[in-house]
Protein backbone atom coordinates (compact mmCIF):
# COMPACT_ATOMS: atom_id res chain seq x y z
CA UNK A 1 0.00 0.00 0.00
CA UNK A 2 1.77 3.15 -1.19
CA UNK A 3 1.58 6.33 1.18
CA UNK A 4 -0.06 8.35 -0.94
CA UNK A 5 -3.24 5.53 -0.75
CA UNK A 6 -2.89 5.28 3.54
CA UNK A 7 -2.73 9.29 3.06
CA UNK A 8 -6.20 8.91 1.15
CA UNK A 9 -7.37 6.49 4.06
CA UNK A 10 -6.79 8.74 7.06
CA UNK A 11 -9.19 11.20 5.25
CA UNK A 12 -11.70 8.92 4.11
CA UNK A 13 -11.90 7.68 7.35
CA UNK A 14 -11.86 10.93 8.89
CA UNK A 15 -14.94 11.68 6.96
CA UNK A 16 -16.69 8.45 8.13
CA UNK A 17 -16.14 8.92 11.93
CA UNK A 18 -17.47 12.23 11.39
CA UNK A 19 -20.49 10.95 9.73
CA UNK A 20 -21.39 9.05 12.57
CA UNK A 21 -21.07 11.89 14.65
CA UNK A 22 -17.64 11.15 16.54
CA UNK A 23 -16.36 14.06 18.27
CA UNK A 24 -14.71 16.41 15.48
CA UNK A 25 -11.44 16.13 17.03
CA UNK A 26 -11.68 12.60 18.12
CA UNK A 27 -12.25 12.27 14.20
CA UNK A 28 -9.38 13.63 13.14
CA UNK A 29 -7.18 12.16 15.95
CA UNK A 30 -7.60 8.88 15.69
CA UNK A 31 -7.10 8.39 11.82
CA UNK A 32 -3.81 10.72 12.25
CA UNK A 33 -2.68 8.32 15.03
CA UNK A 34 -3.51 5.16 13.33
CA UNK A 35 -1.95 6.66 9.89
CA UNK A 36 1.40 7.64 11.83
CA UNK A 37 1.59 4.19 13.72
CA UNK A 38 1.46 2.64 10.12
CA UNK A 39 3.86 4.81 8.38
CA UNK A 40 6.60 4.34 11.06
CA UNK A 41 5.58 2.72 13.89
CA UNK A 42 4.41 2.64 18.39
CA UNK A 43 7.51 4.39 19.48
CA UNK A 44 8.14 6.97 16.83
CA UNK A 45 3.87 7.82 17.36
CA UNK A 46 4.70 8.24 21.33
CA UNK A 47 7.73 10.41 20.76
CA UNK A 48 5.38 12.49 18.50
CA UNK A 49 2.61 12.47 20.99
CA UNK A 50 5.16 13.35 23.95
CA UNK A 51 5.68 16.90 22.50
CA UNK A 52 3.53 17.93 20.37
CA UNK A 53 0.46 18.33 21.87
CA UNK A 54 2.22 20.66 24.89
CA UNK A 55 3.94 22.15 21.92
CA UNK A 56 0.44 23.37 20.58
CA UNK A 57 -1.43 24.53 24.07
CA UNK A 58 1.98 26.44 24.72
CA UNK A 59 1.73 28.68 21.78
CA UNK A 60 1.82 32.14 22.90
CA UNK A 61 0.11 33.35 19.69
CA UNK A 62 -3.13 31.21 20.81
CA UNK A 63 -3.60 32.83 24.11
CA UNK A 64 -5.26 35.46 21.88
CA UNK A 65 -8.15 33.54 21.03
CA UNK A 66 -8.97 32.66 25.11
CA UNK A 67 -8.84 36.30 25.28
CA UNK A 68 -11.51 37.92 22.71
CA UNK A 69 -13.56 34.70 23.77
CA UNK A 70 -13.82 36.03 26.73
CA UNK A 71 -14.86 39.78 26.22
CA UNK A 72 -17.62 38.51 23.85
CA UNK A 73 -19.02 36.40 26.28
CA UNK A 74 -18.69 39.22 29.00
CA UNK A 75 -20.54 41.31 26.15
CA UNK A 76 -23.51 39.11 25.79
CA UNK A 77 -24.05 38.43 29.74
CA UNK A 78 -24.10 42.39 30.16
CA UNK A 79 -26.44 43.42 27.68
CA UNK A 80 -24.85 45.17 25.27
CA UNK A 81 -26.58 43.27 22.07
CA UNK A 82 -29.78 44.79 22.26
CA UNK A 83 -28.31 48.59 22.62
CA UNK A 84 -27.05 47.59 19.15
CA UNK A 85 -30.13 46.18 17.50
CA UNK A 86 -32.18 49.09 18.49
CA UNK A 87 -29.91 51.65 17.47
CA UNK A 88 -29.86 49.59 14.00
CA UNK A 89 -33.14 50.08 14.22
CA UNK A 90 -33.72 53.16 14.80
CA UNK A 91 -32.02 53.87 11.74
CA UNK A 92 -33.46 51.29 9.46
CA UNK A 93 -37.18 51.16 10.62
CA UNK A 94 -38.35 53.44 8.73
CA UNK A 95 -38.02 51.29 5.73
CA UNK A 96 -39.90 47.89 4.83
CA UNK A 97 -37.94 45.00 5.99
CA UNK A 98 -35.78 48.00 7.97
CA UNK A 99 -36.10 45.72 11.18
CA UNK A 100 -34.23 42.51 9.17
CA UNK A 101 -31.95 45.02 8.03
CA UNK A 102 -30.92 45.46 11.41
CA UNK A 103 -30.45 42.54 12.38
CA UNK A 104 -27.95 41.85 9.84
CA UNK A 105 -26.30 45.35 10.96
CA UNK A 106 -26.49 44.46 14.74
CA UNK A 107 -24.90 41.21 14.39
CA UNK A 108 -22.13 42.92 12.15
CA UNK A 109 -21.62 45.23 15.29
CA UNK A 110 -21.74 42.15 17.91
CA UNK A 111 -19.60 40.45 15.79
CA UNK A 112 -16.87 42.66 15.90
CA UNK A 113 -16.86 42.56 19.09
CA UNK A 114 -17.73 38.92 20.14
CA UNK A 115 -15.65 37.30 17.17
CA UNK A 116 -17.90 33.93 17.38
CA UNK A 117 -20.61 33.50 14.80
CA UNK A 118 -22.53 31.39 17.15
CA UNK A 119 -22.53 33.75 19.76
CA UNK A 120 -23.40 36.66 17.17
CA UNK A 121 -26.24 34.66 16.42
CA UNK A 122 -27.84 33.11 19.04
CA UNK A 123 -27.55 36.67 20.92
CA UNK A 124 -29.32 38.94 18.63
CA UNK A 125 -31.76 36.38 17.55
CA UNK A 126 -32.90 36.42 20.92
CA UNK A 127 -33.33 40.01 20.91
CA UNK A 128 -34.58 40.45 17.26
CA UNK A 129 -36.86 37.45 16.02
CA UNK A 130 -39.39 37.86 19.07
CA UNK A 131 -39.88 41.69 18.03
CA UNK A 132 -39.81 40.55 14.74
CA UNK A 133 -42.72 38.29 14.71
CA UNK A 134 -44.48 40.71 16.44
CA UNK A 135 -45.09 43.08 14.05
CA UNK A 136 -45.58 40.61 11.26
CA UNK A 137 -42.45 39.44 9.64
CA UNK A 138 -42.77 36.39 8.20
CA UNK A 139 -40.71 33.33 9.89
CA UNK A 140 -39.03 32.91 6.14
CA UNK A 141 -37.39 36.02 6.09
CA UNK A 142 -37.17 36.61 10.44
CA UNK A 143 -35.19 33.59 10.49
CA UNK A 144 -33.27 33.39 7.29
CA UNK A 145 -32.02 37.38 8.11
CA UNK A 146 -30.47 36.62 11.04
CA UNK A 147 -29.10 33.72 10.51
CA UNK A 148 -27.01 35.21 7.49
CA UNK A 149 -26.10 38.33 9.72
CA UNK A 150 -24.73 36.00 12.12
CA UNK A 151 -22.44 34.59 9.66
CA UNK A 152 -20.64 37.62 9.66
CA UNK A 153 -18.89 36.86 12.84
CA UNK A 154 -16.82 34.59 10.81
CA UNK A 155 -14.74 37.43 9.21
CA UNK A 156 -15.29 40.40 11.01
CA UNK A 157 -12.43 40.75 13.37
CA UNK A 158 -11.62 39.33 16.36
CA UNK A 159 -12.95 36.57 14.54
CA UNK A 160 -11.64 32.95 15.94
CA UNK A 161 -11.02 31.75 12.81
CA UNK A 162 -9.72 34.53 11.26
CA UNK A 163 -7.02 34.33 13.81
CA UNK A 164 -6.36 30.87 13.48
CA UNK A 165 -5.36 31.40 10.19
CA UNK A 166 -3.12 34.03 10.60
CA UNK A 167 -1.24 31.49 13.15
CA UNK A 168 -1.31 28.67 10.83
CA UNK A 169 -0.12 30.35 8.06
CA UNK A 170 2.45 33.10 10.12
CA UNK A 171 0.57 35.99 8.98
CA UNK A 172 0.26 38.99 10.61
CA UNK A 173 -3.08 38.71 13.02
CA UNK A 174 -3.26 42.88 12.17
CA UNK A 175 -3.45 42.75 8.75
CA UNK A 176 -5.22 39.90 7.98
CA UNK A 177 -7.96 42.38 10.46
CA UNK A 178 -7.68 45.02 7.61
CA UNK A 179 -7.93 42.13 4.90
CA UNK A 180 -11.57 40.99 6.38
CA UNK A 181 -13.55 44.46 6.99
CA UNK A 182 -14.06 45.08 3.29
CA UNK A 183 -15.40 42.33 2.36
CA UNK A 184 -17.53 42.29 5.51
CA UNK A 185 -19.00 45.52 4.21
CA UNK A 186 -20.16 44.53 0.90
CA UNK A 187 -21.60 41.37 2.63
CA UNK A 188 -23.80 43.26 5.04
CA UNK A 189 -24.92 45.43 2.21
CA UNK A 190 -25.40 42.50 -0.04
CA UNK A 191 -27.75 41.51 2.38
CA UNK A 192 -29.62 44.39 2.99
CA UNK A 193 -30.09 44.95 -0.72
CA UNK A 194 -31.31 40.95 -0.85
CA UNK A 195 -34.13 42.25 1.54
CA UNK A 196 -34.89 45.25 0.05
CA UNK A 197 -35.74 43.10 -3.48
CA UNK A 198 -37.34 40.15 -1.26
CA UNK A 199 -39.72 42.51 0.38
CA UNK A 200 -40.44 44.27 -2.76
CA UNK A 201 -41.35 40.95 -4.57
CA UNK A 202 -42.93 39.76 -1.92
CA UNK A 203 -44.49 42.78 0.04
CA UNK A 204 -46.66 40.31 2.85
CA UNK A 205 -43.37 38.57 4.09
CA UNK A 206 -42.49 42.23 6.27
CA UNK A 207 -45.10 44.94 7.76
CA UNK A 208 -45.34 48.91 6.49
CA UNK A 209 -42.61 50.63 7.19
CA UNK A 210 -42.77 52.75 10.41
CA UNK A 211 -42.22 56.29 11.13
CA UNK A 212 -38.97 56.65 13.98
CA UNK A 213 -38.90 60.05 15.03
CA UNK A 214 -35.13 62.25 14.96
CA UNK A 215 -35.38 61.94 18.66
CA UNK A 216 -35.94 58.35 19.12
CA UNK A 217 -32.79 57.64 16.96
CA UNK A 218 -30.56 59.92 18.87
CA UNK A 219 -31.81 57.88 22.03
CA UNK A 220 -30.98 54.91 20.94
CA UNK A 221 -27.13 56.06 19.65
CA UNK A 222 -26.96 57.40 23.46
CA UNK A 223 -27.06 54.02 24.82
CA UNK A 224 -24.60 52.30 22.06
CA UNK A 225 -21.41 54.47 22.80
CA UNK A 226 -19.98 51.22 25.66
CA UNK A 227 -19.32 49.56 22.39
CA UNK A 228 -18.00 52.29 20.13
CA UNK A 229 -15.71 52.90 23.08
CA UNK A 230 -14.45 49.45 23.46
CA UNK A 231 -14.28 48.95 19.71
CA UNK A 232 -12.04 52.16 19.13
CA UNK A 233 -9.55 51.81 21.95
CA UNK A 234 -9.11 48.17 21.16
CA UNK A 235 -9.02 48.07 17.53
CA UNK A 236 -7.70 51.55 17.09
CA UNK A 237 -4.47 50.61 19.22
CA UNK A 238 -3.73 47.37 17.36
CA UNK A 239 -3.58 49.23 13.89
CA UNK A 240 -2.09 52.30 15.54
CA UNK A 241 0.85 50.04 16.87
CA UNK A 242 0.12 50.95 20.32
CA UNK A 243 0.07 47.35 21.08
CA UNK A 244 -0.41 43.97 20.03
CA UNK A 245 -3.59 41.52 18.91
CA UNK A 246 -3.16 39.98 22.53
CA UNK A 247 -2.71 42.94 24.52
CA UNK A 248 -5.44 44.22 22.81
CA UNK A 249 -7.92 41.29 23.74
CA UNK A 250 -6.66 41.73 27.56
CA UNK A 251 -7.71 46.05 27.09
CA UNK A 252 -10.86 44.49 25.75
CA UNK A 253 -12.01 42.04 28.64
CA UNK A 254 -11.18 44.87 31.30
CA UNK A 255 -13.04 47.93 29.42
CA UNK A 256 -15.97 45.05 28.81
CA UNK A 257 -15.74 44.14 32.47
CA UNK A 258 -15.67 47.55 33.76
CA UNK A 259 -18.48 49.12 31.52
CA UNK A 260 -20.96 46.40 32.01
CA UNK A 261 -20.10 46.54 36.05
CA UNK A 262 -20.88 50.84 35.84
CA UNK A 263 -24.15 49.81 33.71
CA UNK A 264 -24.93 47.39 36.34
CA UNK A 265 -25.66 44.64 33.72
CA UNK A 266 -22.78 42.06 35.01
CA UNK A 267 -22.78 40.82 38.37
CA UNK A 268 -21.13 37.48 39.93
CA UNK A 269 -22.85 34.69 38.57
CA UNK A 270 -23.57 36.17 34.72
CA UNK A 271 -19.63 36.48 35.16
CA UNK A 272 -18.91 32.88 36.11
CA UNK A 273 -21.15 32.25 33.46
CA UNK A 274 -19.28 33.90 30.84
CA UNK A 275 -16.11 32.18 32.04
CA UNK A 276 -17.42 29.12 32.20
CA UNK A 277 -18.27 29.51 28.53
CA UNK A 278 -15.11 30.68 27.21
CA UNK A 279 -13.13 27.73 29.32
CA UNK A 280 -15.64 25.23 27.18
CA UNK A 281 -15.50 26.69 23.87
CA UNK A 282 -11.46 27.27 24.43
CA UNK A 283 -11.50 23.74 25.38
CA UNK A 284 -13.01 22.73 22.43
CA UNK A 285 -11.04 24.60 19.79
CA UNK A 286 -7.67 23.41 21.54
CA UNK A 287 -8.80 20.14 21.54
CA UNK A 288 -9.69 20.30 17.47
CA UNK A 289 -6.36 21.73 17.27
CA UNK A 290 -4.77 18.45 18.54
CA UNK A 291 -6.52 16.45 16.55
CA UNK A 292 -6.05 18.34 13.42
CA UNK A 293 -2.54 18.37 14.22
CA UNK A 294 -2.42 14.26 14.51
CA UNK A 295 -3.85 14.07 11.35
CA UNK A 296 -1.84 16.63 9.30
CA UNK A 297 1.60 15.33 10.92
CA UNK A 298 0.73 11.75 9.33
CA UNK A 299 -0.36 13.58 6.28
CA UNK A 300 2.76 15.22 5.84
CA UNK A 301 4.26 11.87 6.60
CA UNK A 302 2.80 10.41 3.81
CA UNK A 303 4.02 13.01 1.68
CA UNK A 304 -0.03 13.49 0.60
CA UNK A 305 0.01 17.67 0.37
CA UNK A 306 3.74 17.52 -1.54
CA UNK A 307 2.50 14.88 -4.02
CA UNK A 308 -0.90 16.53 -4.65
CA UNK A 309 0.97 20.00 -4.95
CA UNK A 310 3.55 18.32 -7.43
CA UNK A 311 0.00 16.73 -9.04
CA UNK A 312 -1.50 19.71 -9.74
CA UNK A 313 1.25 21.64 -10.96
CA UNK A 314 2.39 18.82 -13.71
CA UNK A 315 -1.66 18.91 -14.47
CA UNK A 316 -0.90 22.52 -15.89
CA UNK A 317 -4.30 23.90 -14.94
CA UNK A 318 -5.26 27.03 -14.59
CA UNK A 319 -4.86 28.72 -11.60
CA UNK A 320 -8.07 30.44 -11.19
CA UNK A 321 -9.97 26.98 -12.05
CA UNK A 322 -7.55 25.48 -9.27
CA UNK A 323 -9.03 27.98 -6.97
CA UNK A 324 -12.47 27.53 -8.20
CA UNK A 325 -12.35 24.10 -7.33
CA UNK A 326 -10.96 24.36 -3.89
CA UNK A 327 -13.58 27.03 -3.00
CA UNK A 328 -16.40 24.37 -4.21
CA UNK A 329 -14.59 21.52 -1.97
CA UNK A 330 -15.32 24.45 0.67
CA UNK A 331 -18.56 24.80 0.22
CA UNK A 332 -19.24 20.42 0.18
CA UNK A 333 -16.83 20.01 3.44
CA UNK A 334 -18.96 22.76 5.19
CA UNK A 335 -22.03 20.61 4.80
CA UNK A 336 -19.76 17.83 7.14
CA UNK A 337 -18.15 20.18 9.81
CA UNK A 338 -17.55 23.52 11.45
CA UNK A 339 -15.42 26.59 10.25
CA UNK A 340 -12.82 25.70 12.60
CA UNK A 341 -12.17 22.06 11.81
CA UNK A 342 -11.99 23.01 8.03
CA UNK A 343 -9.16 25.72 8.89
CA UNK A 344 -6.95 23.23 10.75
CA UNK A 345 -7.59 20.30 8.64
CA UNK A 346 -6.85 21.85 5.64
CA UNK A 347 -4.87 24.73 5.39
CA UNK A 348 -1.61 23.06 5.95
CA UNK A 349 -2.67 20.78 3.38
CA UNK A 350 -3.79 23.14 0.46
CA UNK A 351 -1.80 26.60 1.34
CA UNK A 352 1.39 25.41 -0.01
CA UNK A 353 -0.59 24.29 -3.16
CA UNK A 354 -1.96 28.06 -3.71
CA UNK A 355 1.30 29.79 -2.42
CA UNK A 356 3.30 27.66 -5.86
CA UNK A 357 1.03 29.47 -8.03
CA UNK A 358 0.19 32.94 -9.39
CA UNK A 359 -2.19 34.99 -9.10
CA UNK A 360 -2.16 38.18 -11.04
CA UNK A 361 1.58 38.85 -9.94
CA UNK A 362 0.11 38.64 -6.44
CA UNK A 363 3.25 38.71 -3.47
CA UNK A 364 3.49 35.83 -1.30
CA UNK A 365 2.37 37.79 1.50
CA UNK A 366 -0.86 39.39 -0.82
CA UNK A 367 -1.84 36.34 -1.88
CA UNK A 368 -1.46 34.81 2.00
CA UNK A 369 -3.60 37.42 2.92
CA UNK A 370 -6.28 36.67 0.01
CA UNK A 371 -6.74 33.18 0.21
CA UNK A 372 -7.88 33.68 3.64
CA UNK A 373 -10.30 35.69 3.14
CA UNK A 374 -11.68 33.72 0.21
CA UNK A 375 -11.54 31.08 2.71
CA UNK A 376 -13.41 32.42 5.28
CA UNK A 377 -15.78 33.61 2.98
CA UNK A 378 -16.54 30.56 1.88
CA UNK A 379 -16.61 29.35 5.55
CA UNK A 380 -19.55 32.09 6.05
CA UNK A 381 -21.37 30.30 2.80
CA UNK A 382 -20.96 26.78 4.62
CA UNK A 383 -22.89 28.23 7.78
CA UNK A 384 -26.14 28.83 6.27
CA UNK A 385 -25.48 26.24 2.75
CA UNK A 386 -28.09 23.10 2.69
CA UNK A 387 -28.47 20.40 4.49
CA UNK A 388 -26.66 21.62 7.45
CA UNK A 389 -25.87 25.05 7.66
CA UNK A 390 -24.77 25.33 11.25
CA UNK A 391 -26.89 28.74 12.02
CA UNK A 392 -29.94 27.95 10.13
CA UNK A 393 -29.70 25.20 13.05
CA UNK A 394 -29.08 27.67 16.21
CA UNK A 395 -32.01 29.61 14.71
CA UNK A 396 -33.95 26.58 14.23
CA UNK A 397 -33.43 25.82 18.20
CA UNK A 398 -34.57 29.45 18.90
CA UNK A 399 -37.32 29.99 16.63
CA UNK A 400 -39.46 26.36 16.63
CA UNK A 401 -42.70 28.03 15.40
CA UNK A 402 -40.95 28.48 11.76
CA UNK A 403 -40.34 25.01 9.61
CA UNK A 404 -36.37 24.58 8.94
CA UNK A 405 -37.00 24.00 5.44
CA UNK A 406 -38.67 27.77 5.30
CA UNK A 407 -35.34 28.97 6.49
CA UNK A 408 -33.84 27.41 3.87
CA UNK A 409 -35.58 28.55 1.23
CA UNK A 410 -35.23 32.24 2.98
CA UNK A 411 -31.50 31.96 3.01
CA UNK A 412 -30.87 31.76 -1.00
CA UNK A 413 -31.22 35.08 -1.43
CA UNK A 414 -28.45 35.31 0.67
CA UNK A 415 -26.55 32.83 -1.09
CA UNK A 416 -26.65 34.30 -4.24
CA UNK A 417 -25.44 37.64 -2.95
CA UNK A 418 -22.11 35.55 -1.19
CA UNK A 419 -21.67 33.80 -4.75
CA UNK A 420 -21.30 36.92 -6.21
CA UNK A 421 -19.31 38.44 -3.77
CA UNK A 422 -16.96 35.54 -4.04
CA UNK A 423 -16.62 35.40 -7.49
CA UNK A 424 -15.25 39.72 -7.06
CA UNK A 425 -12.86 38.66 -4.33
CA UNK A 426 -11.88 36.46 -6.89
CA UNK A 427 -11.41 38.43 -9.83
CA UNK A 428 -10.43 41.42 -7.87
CA UNK A 429 -8.06 40.74 -5.12
CA UNK A 430 -7.48 44.72 -4.39
CA UNK A 431 -11.02 44.39 -2.86
CA UNK A 432 -9.61 42.55 0.49
CA UNK A 433 -5.84 43.98 -0.39
CA UNK A 434 -6.31 47.78 -0.56
CA UNK A 435 -6.79 48.31 3.14
CA UNK A 436 -4.24 46.36 4.03
CA UNK A 437 -1.53 48.69 1.75
CA UNK A 438 -3.21 51.87 2.77
CA UNK A 439 -2.59 51.36 6.44
CA UNK A 440 0.26 49.30 6.85
Given at each position: MSTMSIGLAMFAGMLVLMAVRVPIAVAMFIPGAVGYMVLSGWMPLLAHLKGAVYGRVSVYDLSVIPLFMLMGAVAVQGGLSKALFDFANALLGRFRGGMAMAGVLACAAFGSISGSTVATTATIAQVAYPQMRRIGYSGRLATAALATGGTMGVLLPPSVTLMVYAILTEQNITKMFLAAYVPALIAALGYIIAIMVMVRIHPEQAPAAQAISAREVLKAAGKVWPILAIFAVVFGGIYGGLFTATEGAAIGNVMTCAITLLRGELNRSKFVSAVRTTAQTSGMIFLIFIGADMINAALALSQLPSQLAEL?????????????????????????????????????????????????????????????????TVCEIGMIFPPVGLNVYIMNGLARDVPMVETYKGVVPFLITDAMRLALLIVFPATALWLVHLLT
Amino acid sequence: MSTMSIGLAMFAGMLVLMAVRVPIAVAMFIPGAVGYMVLSGWMPLLAHLKGAVYGRVSVYDLSVIPLFMLMGAVAVQGGLSKALFDFANALLGRFRGGMAMAGVLACAAFGSISGSTVATTATIAQVAYPQMRRIGYSGRLATAALATGGTMGVLLPPSVTLMVYAILTEQNITKMFLAAYVPALIAALGYIIAIMVMVRIHPEQAPAAQAISAREVLKAAGKVWPILAIFAVVFGGIYGGLFTATEGAAIGNVMTCAITLLRGELNRSKFVSAVRTTAQTSGMIFLIFIGADMINAALALSQLPSQLAELVGHLQIPPLLVLTGVMLFYVLLGCVMDEMSMILLTVPTLFPVIMGMDFFGLSVGDKALWFGILILTVCEIGMIFPPVGLNVYIMNGLARDVPMVETYKGVVPFLITDAMRLALLIVFPATALWLVHLLT
